[in-house]
């Protein structure tokens, strides 16, 4: 066990003493006594973004920024009226900041508050933190040492080899009945435990995919500290690679399915990879599993095209089993993934399938250009809502849009562009007339609530790329600053990003490897009411509020895991935003 930091139900307690100033209230729920703060993104902004902060509380109506050093005031402004944040149960106004543009440190003051943290302008204010995400997925990598000189002192010896994992009965074929050992070596870890699940590799797979297609020049010039860094190929596709070649041998051979996971009986114990040695098997195939498979293959197949000299023949590969997968589930369109009793890892159960078919067929549609997939795409296609590991509709949209030239007509290409425009002037909405300035809904904290700030923004930036209107992108850059920090709890939720960030997450490796601080560039799961983990945690949540159920200790796999399919839109949101803000 490593030594403890100040968690958050102590911090509360220390402030309660210090409760008897003007900027102090009791919180609504009537639990942890409140600060009122002034919150900014802790790893600050863009020169040229939109650049807001929040200030906690009602009674004042202008402020000033700082700049740290020379104390000068280089910028004064009005705070707009105090609003109430329902998610927090706090009032707040906004500190419009928009104004400061030259890069330097600074704070934000204002009258019976605390100064703000200080906080730099900076044109590379995001890049470092896209690296960081894309390398956490580095030091999830299943089968294999991490050295020194690529994970300095998270190195680490090899675990979880998948050479010998056997056919479950929930997963036995004719030709590959129960007990048959298969290999399935590499791919990541999917989150705090080391199992390895298809459903989730396949949204996030595809998604730091889209971000390596839609910002290639960002992309293009990153130097992550991987093995394979300095080859032919950009960092991400390397590091994606690791886990497409996991997913390629999820595939039955025999038949095309997908199985739905590679998984132990049970929970691994808080131990590092090497200590991790339960059997492991593969469990159950599914029609969630095949599709999101094919849809993976089929963009893989298509963005690893142009490397055909680095990775011959396998866009064709990857092509075959995209196809081969597809048809497995024309022929078992509802095939809904069951636990078996002896199984306790994760589920991924989902029960409904029209998403994932409407996203395999727009994949594959882009793929080969046959018409029956278009088709396809526009008997299963809903309105495209945020994306989650249960939701991948929208996927498949924002890929129709970006190759929106392949499109045969443009009542298609006008369907597709108005359906995500649709959902991106939605959320603006939302973002416009929420007090946080936030388009996250009470409803909005479910486990795992920071990816959905960061899949809301991915949208934005899709509403963005379509129509370059101003306010999608600032939209968005709330969403990530609220993830960075200008959130109520004054927490950044990257690991080693940002001020205060979470250092008790719930990752094996984290907890197991002796060192303080947790392996970096990691996404916290988020505030999450449900606190499904209660029962495990020797500490109470300070709050039942939804923005505020967040306890930064690792017993809370509900509140502050980390998981692959949370890291993936903060790589893309990170990129994005340094790619298309105006200087
Ligand atoms: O489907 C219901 C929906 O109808 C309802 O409105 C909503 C209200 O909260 O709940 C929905 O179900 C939730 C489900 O996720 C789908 O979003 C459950 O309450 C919630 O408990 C469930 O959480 C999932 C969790 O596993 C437990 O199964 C998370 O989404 C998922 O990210 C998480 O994933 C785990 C893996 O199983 C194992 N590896 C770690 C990973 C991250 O914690
Ligand atoms: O460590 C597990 C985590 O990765 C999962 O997200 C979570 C929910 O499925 O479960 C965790 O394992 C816990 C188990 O469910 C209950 N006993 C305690 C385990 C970890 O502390």
Redesign the pocket.
Known sequence: MKPRSPSVPFLAAALAALCASPACAAQADGQAPAVAAIRVDQLGYLPGARKLALVEGRGAHVFEVVREGDGQVVLRGELSAPARWEPAARDAAVADLSALSAPGRYRVRVEGLPPSDPFPVDPQAYAGLADAALKAFYFNRAGTALESRHAGRYARAAGHPDTKVRIHASAASASRPARTVVAAPKGWY????Y?KYVVNSGITTWTLLAAWEHYPGFFGARDIGIPESGDAVPDLLDEAWWNLEWMLSMQDPGDGGVYHKLTNLRFDGTVMPKAATQARYMVGKGTAAALDFAAVMATASRVYAPFEAHFPGQAARMREAAEAAWQWAQAHPDAVYRQPKDVH????GDGRFEDEFAWAAAELYLLTGKADYLDAFGRHAAAPGVP???DVGALGWISLAHHRERLPDPAVRERVEAGLAEVSAALAAQWRDSAWRLAMQPGDF???SNAVALNQAMLLLQGHRLTQDREYLDAAQSQLDYVLGRNPLGVSFVTGQGLRSPMHVHHRPSQADGILEPVPGWLS?GPNP?Q?DAKDCPVRYASALPALSWLDHDCS?ASN?V?INWNAPLVYVAAALQALTPP
């Open positions: 999917d989150a705090g435990d199992n890892t994760g589920a991924y989650s590991w249960a479910v486990w795992g799961g449900g499904q796999y895991e998981a």
